[in-house]
């Protein structure tokens, strides 16, 4: 690269990605280090990459001085085809909803030293913080003094008082620990938890670098005050907690979900919430949206949410932030945050790590 020139970086997404994520504040952030240009492509989904050949060929015309790719919904796979029309390429960034890395020949990448990254996390940061509000809310069982006073019906002394449960002190287990669950538990360091994970994805020295207890998922069920469910699904992951898994959740506990409705079994989990021994605070359920029939919807002792929790408000989604801040680490000659691994690669499809 010529001393002092800007990097090319190159966006591959339709006109929806164009118009609702990308901010003009990141877009003025990022061309104070980049140039950057659009290429408009529209097709596939989530699961597949669109394959039109004609855009695959305008493509390659397009990258030949790219030093970065930014991909998003409507972009095409990016192969090895593509890859040998673009001998300056040096990183490519997912910006969201990829979570298999569809539109990215990972292994191909990989062969030619070109960084990989994935802002799609960047909606677990939202999250994170109504983790946080549903353990508060589920310990204290206050959906059902809510509906108490809508009733009006307002709860009694005695009602109040056995419903009165601190996060202080107690012991918090986190089934996943990704973006998702390395935030919540900065949240929760003012709490002064004792904090349990289990993750088989992360690297064993993570649970010392950050303080927790890194444990199985039966000592987690069976012995903390409060589980949260911050697991993506993945085909190892759906219809984890069962019945079996659910019964060993103690007496008193509560049990939180913020990830997908599908790795819990729902009737199970109805079924638990039903002896009445335990709260629940629940942002996925399966099916979705709930079904009025469903008997979740009336049990005292559980908080819905309409799996709303990774909305922030803003104007724009924070997935391009996280983006321009990754190209601007990269390109500074710094570490990247977000890198897409062989172990992450694993964890999103339910494979064994390496």
Request: charged content about 25%.
């Amino acid at each position: 690269m010529i001393a002092n020139k800007k990097p090319e970086v190159l966006f591959l997404f339709n006109r929806r990605v164009r118009e609702t994520y990308i901010s003009p504040d990141e877009l003025e952030r990022l061309e104070s280090f980049a140039n950057w240009n659009w290429f408009e492509c529209n097709g596939g989904n989530i699961y597949q990459a669109h394959e039109k050949p004609e855009t695959i060929q305008q493509l390659c015309e397009q990258v030949k001085g790219v030093d970065g790719m930014v991909v998003c919904h409507g972009a095409p796979r990016i192969n090895e085809k593509i890859l040998e029309h673009a001998p300056n390429l040096k990183i490519i960034g997912e910006l969201e909803g990829d979570r298999f890395a569809v539109r990215i020949d990972l292994e191909t990448c990989w062969q030619r030293n070109i960084s990989t990254v994935d802002t799609t996390q960047g909606s677990s940061y939202p999250v994170a913080e109504w983790a946080l509000a549903l353990i508060l809310i589920s310990l204290r069982n206050a959906g059902a003094m809510f509906r108490k006073i809508t009733a009006g019906t307002p709860p009694s002394g005695e009602e109040k008082r056995k419903n009165q449960k601190m996060l202080y002190g107690k012991r918090v287990g986190l089934i996943g620990c990704g973006h998702m669950g390395r935030r919540l538990i900065k949240f929760l360091r003012g709490f002064e938890v004792d904090i349990w994970v289990h993750d088989p994805y992360l690297p064993r020295e993570m649970a010392e670098a950050i303080g927790f207890v890194q444990t199985s998922l039966d000592n987690l069920l069976s012995q903390c005050n409060v589980v949260v469910c911050l697991a993506p699904l993945t085909p190892k992951t759906e219809g984890m907690i069962g019945k079996r898994e659910l019964d060993l959740l103690p007496s008193g506990s509560a049990f939180v979900n913020v990830s997908r409705g599908k790795i819990v079994d729902s009737k199970a989990l109805i079924e638990r919430l039903k002896r009445g021994d335990i709260t629940a605070g629940i942002e996925a359920f399966d099916p979705e949206p709930i079904p009025p029939d469903s008997e979740i919807i009336h049990l005292p002792n559980v908080f819905l949410s309409p799996h709303f929790a990774g909305l922030t408000g803003d104007d724009y989604p924070h997935f391009f932030k996280l983006m321009v801040d990754e190209l601007e680490r990269f390109f500074q000659g710094h570490q990247t945050w977000f890198d897409l691994t062989t172990r992450s690669k694993a964890n999103r499809r339910g494979e064994v790590p390496e």
